[in-house]
């Protein structure tokens, strides 16, 4: 029976690109047909139970299975496989994969809200099972630069990884509106980055916040490397003990950092930025977006990837920092420029899969591919972007006009040659 719906399922779907499917027990099945702009799949399934894992919950069960080697790509990538899906189902168009099954997606809603209470302990055990596997895959995947893990901005499409988190860089910085002696909160701050291209800049201090001790120890090597440490200091800290600290700071910046805060945080996030950033402060903060109203994290992301993770609407975002007199006096919604990130990502990973193999093994490769596949064609077909919104205290801490944004931004960009 599983078979059967799988099979209905998927002709329903795969309409546009070829997709061949071969069962454990010897059937192939045909799906789509060759099409311009659209990848060609062969798979197969290595046992009987795969379609009804599927069938069950489509994303949990492929990427499971493809974890597992029990759903082997024969011809083309897992990029290619989730692609041909995607782009079969785009979010503009009102198609969607299917969902999961009635009794999975209520025991699923139950433990997204569980998994949503996210307070100071569960938010470090949440932080650690994602960026305290080890430094080492970060420094293979990402660009050895600035180790953005976030949203590249590509104003360009022939700007090398290192140059569009350049971009981003200086374009969240633009926002800022930064003054010499600024006091800067970077929430999230990584490995650095963003710290360090400040406090190179600017005639500021900096104090950068994370709860991975991986992240805070190499944040503090590349701070120390980068002769900024009388500049820059890097803290383990919560968020919500900043208040306790009786400290403010002249300018906020969070960059994809907000996605970890869990729903039911929001409201604890934006009180604390309004009771930390001084009456004339700006902040910027930068964070995945949904299209569409707000939602639920699904299944294989909140089991494997980002435990505790939320992505937020637009609409919740601004209803939750209203309440506390936070002034969003701009707003930016970036489309694909996540989608072009993450398979730069993607490609990097390919290309150090042998390392990757030997850090960790190779079912973990699986599911980092998997996981950067479906990231990077969500944002080329699916319901996610980025936002970029500035918030102020006082309406006239910034200029009235955006045009200082884009001035501030051409000066701190390299001269092209």
Request: net charge negative; charged share 25%; with cysteine.
């Amino acid at each position: 029976m599983s078979k059967t719906l799988l099979k209905q399922v998927l002709g329903k779907i795969v309409t546009d690109g070829q997709l061949l499917v071969g069962f454990a027990d010897g059937e192939i099945a045909e799906f789509g047909r060759p099409a311009a702009g659209y990848p060609n799949v062969t798979i197969r399934f290595a046992d009987r139970r795969v379609p009804r894992d599927i069938v069950l919950d489509p994303r949990l069960g492929v990427g499971e299975a493809y974890m597992d080697g029990r759903l082997i790509v024969e011809e083309g990538d897992i990029l290619d496989l989730v692609t041909l899906f995607r782009a079969n189902t785009r979010w503009e168009d009102g198609r969607r994969i299917a969902a999961p099954a009635t009794l999975r997606r209520l025991r699923e809603t139950i433990e997204f809200a569980v998994s949503q209470i996210n307070n100071a302990t569960s938010s470090k055990r949440n932080v650690a099972a994602h960026y305290d596997i080890g430094n080492a895959l970060y420094e293979l995947m990402l660009d050895a630069e600035h180790m953005q893990y976030s949203c590249a901005y590509w104003p360009r499409d022939d700007m090398t990884l290192a140059q569009a988190q350049e971009a981003k860089l200086a374009h969240i910085t633009a926002k800022l509106s930064i003054e010499p002696g600024n006091e800067i909160l970077d929430i999230g701050c990584g490995w650095g980055g963003m710290a360090i291209y400040l406090a190179r800049h600017f005639d500021c201090r900096v104090t950068g916040i994370t709860l991975s001790e991986e992240q805070a120890a190499l944040a503090r090597e590349r701070v120390a490397e980068a002769g900024l440490a009388d500049r820059i200091t890097i803290e383990l800290t919560d968020y919500r003990d900043i208040p306790g600290q009786a400290r403010q700071f002249d300018r906020i910046v969070s960059v994809g950092m907000f996605e970890h805060v869990g729903r039911s945080q929001f409201d604890t996030f934006f009180r604390t930025c309004a009771e930390i950033l001084r009456p004339k402060g700006v902040m910027l903060l930068h964070s995945i977006v949904r299209f569409g109203p707000p939602g639920s994290t699904d299944a294989f992301t909140r089991k494997y990837i980002f435990p505790g993770g939320y992505i937020p609407a637009l609409s919740e975002t601004l209803a939750a920092s209203e309440k506390y007199r936070l002034i969003a006096s701009d707003v930016e919604v970036l489309r694909v420029h996540y989608a072009k990130t993450l398979r730069e990502w993607y490609r990097r990973c390919m290309a150090h899969r042998e390392e990757i193999e030997a850090l960790f093994d190779a079912r973990f490769f699986r599911m980092w591919t998997f996981y950067l596949a479906g990231a990077a064609t969500v944002f080329e077909y699916g319901g996610m972007g980025n936002f970029q919104i500035q918030y102020v205290r006082d309406r006239h801490a910034v200029p009235l006009t955006r045009d200082y944004m884009g001035e501030a931004e051409s000066s701190l960009l390299p001269v092209e040659s």
